[in-house]
């Protein structure tokens, strides 16, 4: 049995990275007639937009969730307690549905604007009001529910950090203010910057939002090129681009720490120095924490359960339990799969210690980097030719035809999302293993149990609750999902996320509210999770 799971994680491997060497191989494709438009004219703006949305989103994340993060972990005010789990909660809004939701509130026909004419008397063009749907407003979207991942991230550096630095900081004349900037920034930037890189490349993958605002950037860009020109080859170079923007990305990320080391150099962990702030640094420690989960979470939330009141008496019905019932299906056959392949292939690695096995669950993880619309282009291209291969085949010996078999079925949408999503179950499963000690192994082989029968029934007793935030957090990114599944699945077969994305887009705000409220209302559980795991992470809690 030993002896099949090297192949085993090898075979795993090659599957799951056929869609990026799908992409990448578009790069030496010749140029099309197409392609030379795109260059020509869209693809400048394409690049300008995505850069720009990128450094207003790391800015405002980075702000937000850091400043948060430190206020939470060492300041004392009023909230503090709420705020260290209520700040995690527009982590369950997905771009799309809170764009939907400020558009609504603040569009000129919104119900803001419509007040801001009736008391004050003023016309068309009498008044400015911010534009919800442009790169300052996507920004804005993307900052509010995105900066959670830079907080999550901060605050558990922030409360792993070491005591002793930080009084000898304060012992050498540092404020709290120059202590923070000094000693404690530096000591969580890794952290940071993967709470940031996250940010980022959620807001690459994205194309609910910037598809609604109308923006010029590669995810809208390959869905016009494909659904709109009909180019599959240009869509995919677009896509091979957003892939290499994405690595670059990573690269910059790993390259920028360098050799810097990250170390504490003391095991001595006593409890963080508290700093009661009063007066009027009280009040803005609170505003500066309940201004983003107003924005974030509790504004839309409410702006939603508005209109699903209003709209529930033609909105629920029995096409809505049955779509309800198809995206939860969906999400839990995709999170179980993603489980077990990554039990799979975290504990081959464990056992098997080699580099080549390490190197290929590697590229296997990288795929929670490729954004949904190219892991779908990725997909649908080698699954297109193997079903046109398959039917010739067919027709040709047996005079049957095999169809979509597996570019028209739901086969193709759930080997995207292992694509996209193996990655989070492999981190989780392999935090898990990380906490069994290999003397466990030792004497499990020693009673002659097989490689399986120690991952059953001596691993997984151990990790249930990282199994569980594992499954939890593939299950919800599977039902917010918009632009792969909008891609890849079957004809008459819809999710919340896509029913919702087609709602909004008819201008139907108030009718998607349902659909992206269930999804909202699923997405609470593993931030609840999440927040608690956040807070028993320091030494000795």
Not at 222 to 230: E, H, V
Request: charged residues 10%.
């Amino acid at each position: 049995m030993q002896r099949l799971w090297k192949p085993g994680i090898f075979l795993v491997a090659v599957l799951f990275s056929l869609p990026i060497f799908t992409i990448l191989s578009f790069v030496v494709y010749p140029s099309s007639e197409i392609w030379r438009h795109l260059t020509d004219t869209v693809l400048g703006e394409y690049l300008v937009n995505s850069a720009l949305l990128m450094l207003g989103v790391g800015i405002g994340t980075l702000i937000i969730g850091v400043g948060c993060a430190w206020l939470t972990s060492v300041c004392v005010f009023p909230g503090k307690k709420f705020f260290t789990w209520g700040l995690l909660l527009p982590l369950a809004f997905p771009g799309y549905i809170i764009a939907y939701t400020y558009t609504g509130m603040f569009d000129f026909a919104g119900p803001l604007q419509t007040w801001i004419r009736q008391v004050t008397g003023w016309g068309v063009h009498e008044y400015y009001f911010p534009q919800v749907r442009s790169l300052g407003g996507a920004m804005t979207m993307f900052s509010l529910v995105l900066y959670p991942y830079v907080y999550l991230l901060s605050r558990a550096a922030f409360l792993e950090q070491s005591v002793c630095v930080l009084e000898v900081s304060r012992t050498l004349g540092c404020s709290v203010w120059s202590s923070f900037y000094r000693v404690a920034l530096p000591l969580a930037r890794p952290a940071i910057v993967a709470g940031l890189s996250l940010a980022l490349m959620e807001t690459l993958a994205d194309y609910g939002t910037v598809s609604y605002f109308g923006l010029g950037v590669f995810t809208t860009g390959i869905f016009r090129t494909w659904f709109g020109l009909g180019d599959a080859a240009a869509a995919a170079k677009l896509a091979a681009i957003l892939l290499m923007f994405v690595f670059t990305l990573v690269v910059i990320e790993r390259g920028s720490r360098k050799r810097a080391q990250y170390h504490h150099t003391t095991n001595r962990y006593s409890a963080l120095p508290q700093y009661r702030l009063n007066g009027y640094r009280a009040c803005l420690a609170f505003c500066a924490c309940f201004v983003p989960l107003l924005l974030g979470f509790l504004l839309p939330v409410v702006q939603l359960g508005l209109w699903a009141l209003e709209t529930y008496d033609y909105m629920v019905d029995k096409s809505f339990i049955a779509l309800t019932t198809h995206t939860i299906l969906l999400a839990l056959s995709a999170a179980l799969i993603a489980v077990v392949l990554a039990l799979f292939l975290a504990y081959g690695k464990r056992m098997l210690k080699s580099k080549t096995v390490t190197a290929s669950i590697r590229v296997v993880a990288t795929g929670y980097a490729i954004p949904g619309t190219v892991v779908a282009v990725g997909v649908i291209i080698p699954f297109a030719w193997l079903d046109g291969s398959l039917d010739s085949l067919l027709r040709e010996y047996f005079g049957v035809s095999s169809g979509l078999l597996l570019s028209g079925s739901l086969f193709a949408l759930m080997f995207a999302y292992m694509v996209r999503f193996l990655a989070i179950s492999i981190q989780a499963v392999e935090s898990g293993l990380g906490k069994v000690k290999f003397s466990m192994d030792e004497a499990a082989r020693s009673l002659s149990y097989t490689p399986t029968e120690i991952l059953m029934k001596v691993h997984l007793p151990l990790m249930k609750g990282t199994v569980l935030t594992a499954f939890l957090i593939v299950f919800v990114d599977v039902m917010k999902e918009l632009p792969a599944t909008l891609i890849l699945r079957p004809f008459n077969f819809n999710t919340l996320a896509v029913r919702a994305f087609e709602l909004a887009a008819d201008e139907r705000l108030a009718d998607s509210s349902t659909a992206a409220l269930m999804i909202v209302v699923v997405g609470l559980l593993p931030v609840i999770l999440l927040s608690h795991s956040i807070s028993a992470s320091r030494v000795g809690s």
